[in-house]
């Protein structure tokens, strides 16, 4: 994958990367834009699939004043933001097919129209995708563009999920222990041990709220008795490895379920809640301890 990352940098090409939730898409991304030719202009993010189709129409190309109700000022859109920079669309798969159409037709000439207005700008972005889906699946259910795929999927980037690469888990650690530590901290040998062998189902952005905490815990050195105690008993190991290990496998089925209930209703608990068949409060202790970001 880091081959293929570094062949793409110094290209202009679209680019789409593939993985699971939270495995890290957006941080390749970023190294993509941060060490090629556009490293000096702005790179910008979208979540396509957490924001609602009329409001992300105006967030990705602008409106003009009074374009529609309580539009009092007129505002950029991303594509204009992001000129002569990267502009990330994750969960692409989540776009609607009339927002679709009208992304291609500026990925094809280039020309963003904001809201309201009859005139369009001229803007030079680099644009790369993500989703966790697979688009050629919903390209066969008609509920995603061919010709939006083939602009897109130009060079297409797997991201492999974090049970898969456990070796980079203490170099992940490292440098999320520098991002959220407030002065030196250390992992013990021990501490470190299990952060490896735990299977993270919730991939990198799992592995940062479990750092997070396990610092706020700690005084200076994170130990196994700063870690969940899931992640500390080694009771979430990798599915590879679950073997009949019961209290394992359901916690990954639950981890999958709650996931999967979040991004149906986009993150609304309550909503989750009742596809789930559980109460607010429960949900609320499930996420908390499955160590689920929500």
């Not at 793409?8 to 030719?37: D, F, Q, Y």
């Not at 297409?156 to 980079?168: F, M, N, Q, S, Y």
């Not at 916690?251 to 596809?275: F, I, P």
């Amino acid at each position: 994958m880091l081959r293929l990352v570094d062949r793409v940098t110094a290209s202009e090409v679209p680019v789409l990367i593939h993985g699971e939730s939270g495995s890290g898409k957006e941080l390749v991304a970023r190294a993509i834009h941060h060490n090629g030719p556009r490293a000096a202009h702005p790179f910008v993010s979208e979540n396509c699939g957490a924001i609602p189709e009329g409001l992300l129409e105006s967030a990705l190309f602008g409106h003009v004043r009074g374009a529609f109700t309580g539009a009092d000022r007129p505002r950029a859109g991303l594509f204009e933001v992001a000129d002569r920079g990267t502009l990330f669309l994750d969960e692409i798969g989540e776009m609607s097919l009339a927002m679709q159409t009208k992304l291609l037709r500026v990925l094809e000439d280039g020309l963003v129209r904001p809201l309201g207005s009859d005139r369009a700008r001229k803007v030079d972005v680099r644009v790369i995708a993500a989703t966790h889906r697979d688009l050629d699946a919903l390209v066969r259910a008609r509920a995603f563009r061919e010709d939006l795929l083939y602009r897109l999927n130009i060079i297409t980037i797997r991201v492999p999920p974090l049970r898969e690469r456990a070796t980079d888990v203490p170099l992940i650690v490292q440098h999320l222990v520098a991002k959220h530590g407030r002065g030196p901290v250390r992992v013990t040998r021990g501490a470190m041990e299990r952060l490896s062998a735990y299977g993270w189902p919730g991939n990198v952005r799992q592995l940062e709220n479990e750092i997070r905490r396990a610092i706020v815990l700690c005084d200076g050195t994170i130990d196994r008795e700063h870690l969940s105690p899931e992640i500390a008993h080694g009771g979430g190991a990798a599915p590879r490895e679950l073997g009949l290990n019961v209290r394992a496998r359901i916690d990954a089925l639950e981890t999958e379920l709650v996931r999967d209930a979040l991004e149906r209703t986009r993150g609304n608990q309550t909503q989750a809640a009742k596809l789930l068949g559980l109460s607010r409060f429960g949900l609320q202790k499930m996420i908390k301890r499955l160590a689920i970001e929500a």
